[in-house]
T-cell receptor, first 111, second 115 residues
């Protein structure tokens, strides 16, 4: 089972910041938080990952709470092309390095 | 673009048939993982190959099998197709560093329809 909980859907106006929350209360100390998104019927696209510090790249920012039990993915200026399903994944890095996807958050960006 | 390609894009088979799906990983990526994504669901892990050896398997029956080749290509084979095998099949490649920062990059997927 997925180790994360996300809202089923969210809306965001174009040009505004989209803040996507994720709860991962059972995360272990050495597990990273990864975010992927999937635009309709395409392969998941890697966005960003982090351990405990906030991270930023050209796509998004990742804010992880100090207790690491939750995080927020921020798309600073959402566009229509950001409409997708966003998956928050806690990376289980053991012998088999698999990704365990939940059902994600469907983000709808509207004009 | 992730540099991961899959073929074919779409495929239609009938129940009981066999199918082979192909994936070409990024050059230098020693690990390939396969996922099945049913409509409306998140991807589900099928298995992973590292340097041509199976390196873990999800909750899928033995009729799902795979191969990985030295040239960074791989195959997913499914025998005795069932209607429930209809799904988007995704492959993802990674360096194979076996640690949490080893990012998996996905291909565009193959849409399999079983009639």
């Amino acid at each position: 089972d997925a180790k994360t909980t996300q809202p089923t859907s969210m809306d965001c106006a174009e040009g505004r910041a989209a803040n996507l929350p994720c709860n991962h209360s059972t995360i272990s100390g050495n597990e990273y938080v990864y975010w992927y998104r999937q635009i309709h019927s395409q392969g998941p696209q890697y966005i960003i990952h982090g351990l405990k510090n906030n991270e930023t790249n050209e796509m998004a920012s990742l804010i992880i709470t100090e207790d690491r039990k939750s995080s927020t993915l921020i798309l600073p200026h959402a566009t229509l092309r950001d409409t997708a399903v966003y998956y928050c994944i806690v990376r289980v890095a053991r012998n088999t390095d698999k990704l365990i996807f939940g059902t994600g958050t469907r983000l709808q960006v509207f004009p | 673009e992730t540099g991961v390609t899959q073929s074919p894009t779409h495929l239609i088979k009938t129940r009981g048939q066999q199918v082979t799906l192909r994936c070409s990983s990024q050059s230098g990526h020693n690990t390939v993982s396969w996922y099945q994504q049913a409509l409306g669901q998140g991807p589900q892990f099928i298995f992973q190959y590292y340097r041509e050896e199976e390196n873990g398997r999800g909750n899928f029956p033995p009729r799902f099998s795979g191969l990985q080749f030295p040239n960074y290509s791989s195959e997913l084979n499914v025998n005795a197709l069932e209607l429930d095998d209809s799904a988007l099949y995704l492959c993802a490649s990674s360096l194979g560093l076996a640690r949490s920062t080893d990012t998996q990059y996905f291909g565009p997927g193959t849409r399999l329809t079983v009639l």
